[in-house]
């Protein structure tokens, strides 16, 4: 049986995170993949705001903010008001945030080294492949694809006609 296109997806996140999580714990370090984009982010940048985050790392909002939560929980970020909005809150690395990121851009560059070998054993690379297809779904969602092909005729985003109450005059 072939397996659907989610199930894949899973599959692939499973055999590239699990080999990274795995990575780090090998490096001696206590730290989960998801919170590179957010790392990524601030080891360029001071600060940043969550929607900050989430923008440049390539995250939703409520996964940047839970993200963050779980970091800060870790006592990898601080997080304080902003200074221009009180409602806005500001992230930065802690002091261990810092001191781990000479490890981590180790490890970085083993995981970038890793994705490259992989690239060049396919043939279509995978990271130009997914590229596409965020591009793709970005400018068409899959929800819309799906709504489509669950009505026959239907390839736009307008809403369902509703059905006419009229008579018909075909015989």
């Known amino acids: 049986m072939k397996r659907g296109l989610g199930t894949q997806l899973r599959h692939l996140i499973e055999l590239l995170d699990g080999a ?6 090998d490096a001696g370090l206590d730290y989960r993949p998801r919170y590179t984009p957010v790392m990524r982010v601030l080891a360029e940048q001071d600060s940043a705001t969550i929607g900050t985050l989430a ?4 995250l939703t909002q409520p996964a940047a903010t839970q993200t963050v939560a779980l970091m800060a929980k ?18 930065s690395l802690s002091a261990d945030g810092k001191a781990l990121l000479p490890r981590l851009q ?3 560059q083993a995981t970038k080294s890793a994705a490259d070998s992989l690239d060049a054993e396919l043939a279509f690379p995978l990271s130009t492949c997914l590229e596409q297809a965020i591009a793709v779904l970005e400018r068409r969602p899959f929800g819309a694809r799906i709504r489509d092909a669950n009505l026959p005729g239907r390839h736009d985003d307008s809403p369902p006609q509703e059905p006419s109450t009229q008579p018909s005059n075909d015989k």
């Open 106 to 108: 180790v490890c970085w």
């Open 55 to 58: 923008a440049l790392g390539g």
């Open 74 to 91: 870790k006592g990898l970020l601080t997080i304080a008001a902003s200074g221009e909005d009180g409602r806005q809150r500001m992230v």
């Open 20 to 25: 990274v999580e795995q990575a780090y714990v």
